[in-house]
């Protein structure tokens, strides 16, 4: 294949070898680091900003895995690693220095060891659509690949790409999963630092494409608006075609940071009773999480 995209690199925080809740089937999935909102229930801060090489997580690190190179550059070292996550205790800029820089050849030999075990690659995050160029080559290098084309290929996304991006991403992609967390532009803002319309956007335009692979409502009792609006919001759901899968979470406090560890976790009486009001409006199934802890 072309070597034109090496020169392509991706900041990568983490790669889950297998997993089967982020898309069809038993997928690898690849957490891409930075995010282009600050929602205050995030539960990975830690994903959210690339780091600025302070320096502060290089003497709190007791395995001496963390080290400044000669461009003054924070490096990882992750042999050495014993992934105490100390650092990202430490870290004030919402990043962490465990990141491993990919390059699509690199990423695509990484996805032909796991070939045989998996049915699919999904990038996540952070906000995955931050590094565009680099998913597209991805999963441009996956489609051209005789021992990777029977990989399906998905966008884990917050919906704020523009259509503009997700134009140029349609023909290499299979599907998306995309977070609606709220209904009302202000919410939203209030929420993640961001209004909806994007979002709304891109469900619809990927609806329209047939890439909309599921859409995920996260519950938030007494502070998200997604029950106040439920009739909106079911009737919306419904006029997605049937294909479209809903998924709806619950919040809790797992990886939480600041005033939203105040708040109330979503039990699940709650979230039955979420479902059961949306279900006047929505006729499909809808998933609920496994676990409320
Ligand atoms: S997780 Fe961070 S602090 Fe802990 S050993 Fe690894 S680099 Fe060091
Ligand atoms: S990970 Fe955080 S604390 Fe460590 S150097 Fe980067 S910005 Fe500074």
Redesign the pocket.
């Known amino acids: 294949m072309t070597r034109r995209t090496d020169n392509l690199r991706a900041k990568v925080s983490r790669i889950l070898p297998f997993s089967c809740v982020d898309g069809p089937g038993n997928r690898l999935v690849v957490f891409l680091q930075g995010c282009n909102y600050q929602c205050i229930t995030c539960h990975n801060p830690h994903t959210i900003n690339h780091?600025?090489?302070?320096?502060?997580?290089?003497g709190e690190c007791p395995a001496g895995a963390l080290k400044f190179n000669e461009n003054n550059n924070?490096v990882w070292l992750k042999e050495e690693c014993t992934h105490c996550d100390r650092?990202i205790e430490?870290?004030?800029?919402h990043?962490?220095?465990q990141i491993t820089d990919y390059s699509v050849e690199a990423m695509l030999d990484l996805i032909r060891k796991q070939r045989f075990f998996i049915s699919g690659v999904t990038v996540s995050g952070g906000e995955s659509t931050l590094q565009l160029p680099f998913i597209i080559a991805l999963f441009k290098g996956i489609k051209q690949d005789p021992e990777l084309q029977h990989l399906t290929c998905f966008i884990d996304s917050n919906g704020s790409l523009s259509i503009s991006g997700w134009e140029r991403a349609l023909s290499y992609m299979d599907g998306a999963m995309i977070d609606l967390k709220s209904w009302q532009r202000e919410t939203h803002q209030w929420l993640v630092g961001r209004e909806n319309h994007r979002v709304l956007q891109t469900i619809q335009y990927l609806a329209q494409a047939n890439k909309l692979y599921e859409v995920r409502l996260l519950h938030i009792p007494g502070k998200s608006d997604l029950d106040i609006e439920v009739e909106a919001v079911g009737r919306y759901l419904q006029t997605l075609p049937e294909s479209v899968q809903i998924r709806l979470n619950a919040f809790q406090h797992h990886g939480v940071t600041g005033e939203a560890l105040d708040w109330e976790k979503c039990s699940k009486i709650e979230m039955e009773r979420f479902h059961a009001q949306l279900s006047h409006f929505v006729t499909r199934p809808m998933t609920m999480p496994q676990v409320f802890v």
């Open positions: 780091c600025n090489h302070c320096g502060d997580c290089v924070v650092c430490i870290c004030q800029h990043s962490n220095p």
